[in-house]
């Protein structure tokens, strides 16, 4: 079946150490995204990828980094520069309409 | 820069009856409309969407959605409410050109009472 695949569901981190969310989609779509979710503010968008080796840094973006060397993958590293990160994370693809989202992460910082 | 309010934070309806959530929106163009709907811990599913053409769009579920541009609202309604509709829903409005990201409201969370 054709669609995002988020992994892992749940992460814990230790402060200090960086993690890596991995999102994976084959629907052949162009455009990535990543947001960020907390209670009570919907989606706030982190960073994005219209094509490939681009991407451009979102509302928040302070904390974190991405990468796009292929057209499937679009990983969200959470540095230790994030001072909160314990939050669910999306990750999205579309093409010329609407966004198609992945099952989340949900990090927590331990 | 588009934005999006949803006045409602929570909002409880009997089972069986109607239901309208609010969708404010801010943007210079003619906007990329859209619903999503959220289940507790996971991902958002699309519940219709307007580009162009006719302001009143069906999505899935049951649920429609009105464009009105004098009033930058997309409020999204449903006749009667199920059980199985308790999540919370986001509106969110996206560019046509330039950043083409949604930019999501707050979202309203709906309970549903037996």
């Known amino acids: 079946d054709g669609g995002i695949t988020q992994s892992p569901k749940y992460l814990f981190r230790k402060e200090g150490q960086n993690v890596t969310l991995s999102c994976e989609q084959n629907?052949?779509?162009?455009?990535m995204y990543w947001y960020r979710q907390d209670p009570g503010q919907g989606l706030r968008l982190i960073y994005y990828?219209?094509?490939?080796?681009?991407?451009q840094k979102g509302d928040i973006a302070e904390g974190y980094s991405v990468s796009r060397e292929k057209k499937e993958s679009f990983p969200l590293t959470v540095t230790s520069a994030q001072k909160n990160p314990t939050a669910f994370y999306l990750c999205?693809?579309?093409?010329?309409?609407?966004?198609?989202f992945g099952q989340g992460t949900r990090l927590t910082v331990v | 820069a588009q934005s999006v309010t949803q006045p409602d934070i929570h909002i409880t309806v009997s089972e069986g009856a109607s239901l309208e959530l609010r969708c404010n929106y801010s943007?210079?163009?003619?906007?990329?409309l859209f619903w999503y709907v959220q289940s507790p811990g996971q991902g958002l599913q699309l519940l219709l969407k307007?580009?162009?053409?006719?302001?009143l769009v069906q999505g899935i579920k049951g649920f429609e959605a009105e464009f009105k541009r004098s009033q930058s609202s997309f409020n999204l309604r449903k006749p009667s409410v199920h059980w199985s509709d308790a999540a919370e829903y986001f509106c969110?409005?996206?560019?046509?050109?330039?950043?083409?990201?949604?930019?999501f409201g707050s979202g309203t969370r709906l309970q549903v009472q037996p």
């Open positions: 629907l052949n779509h162009d455009a």
């Open positions: 307007y580009f162009s053409g006719d302001t």
């Open positions: 990828s219209q094509i490939v080796n681009d991407f």
């Open positions: 969110a409005v996206r560019a046509d050109t330039g950043r083409r990201a949604l930019t």
């Open positions: 943007y210079g163009a003619t906007p990329y």
């Open positions: 999205a693809s579309s093409e010329r309409s609407e966004a198609f």
